[in-house]
């Protein structure tokens, strides 16, 4: 059963995971030395990072701090579709992230099938936390309903060639890598997720996102408002 927390708004959301994410690194590190999380582009994390840039719930110790990537486009690093450039902007140039700490996916290689090879060998270790945005067509990362990807039980890193959302082409954590982080934060906010929402939190679960029916939903009250037994 998916733990799903109601916020009042964004900015709520964005505050109570970074708490969590704040109190999630405080363990690993203790435990592992590092901290090991994974984030997405879109639109859904802004507050989140905006939080992480406030330093709530005492911020996250950086330096200790390895960055990974949820997905990537296939375009060069600096162009405004790239997710490593709309993360490094919104949060990892803010709060001064080690560049050594941050691993961006190749978006930008030639060969993306090599890419997603040697991104797959960074994460044999598995992520500590993992942030996922909630698509309004109930895709996250760019795993998106109907894909083959996810089907895909061995890798933990694909290519995506026929992205319905622009651009077509882009790397890819898989449900491997999903499920082997120990920690999932899926975040939806507004209204327009709300058809999303509903469908994936049904109380009869069903692919394409069974995967994440046991990690931790933090929605907003608009994206929730589909939700029947909840309200
Ligand atoms: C991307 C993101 C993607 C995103 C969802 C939700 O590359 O587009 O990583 O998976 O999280 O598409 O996007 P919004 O948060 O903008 O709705």
Redesign the pocket.
Known sequence: MARLTVHAGPEALGEAVARELARAAEEAIARRGSFRLGL??????EPLYAALVRGAGGGLPWSAVEVFF??E?AVPRSDAMS?ARFVGEALLARVGAPAGNVHRMAGDAPDLEAAARDYDALLARRLDALV?????DG????LFPGSPLLAEETRRVGVVTDSP?PPPRRLTLLPRAVNEARRVFVLATGAAKAAAVAAALEPRWTAPLAFLGSREWHVDEPAAALLRGRR
């Open positions: 997405p582009g879109g639109r859904s994390p949820a997905d486009r997710n996922l945005g909630l698509g309004e895709h996250v990362a760019s959302k």
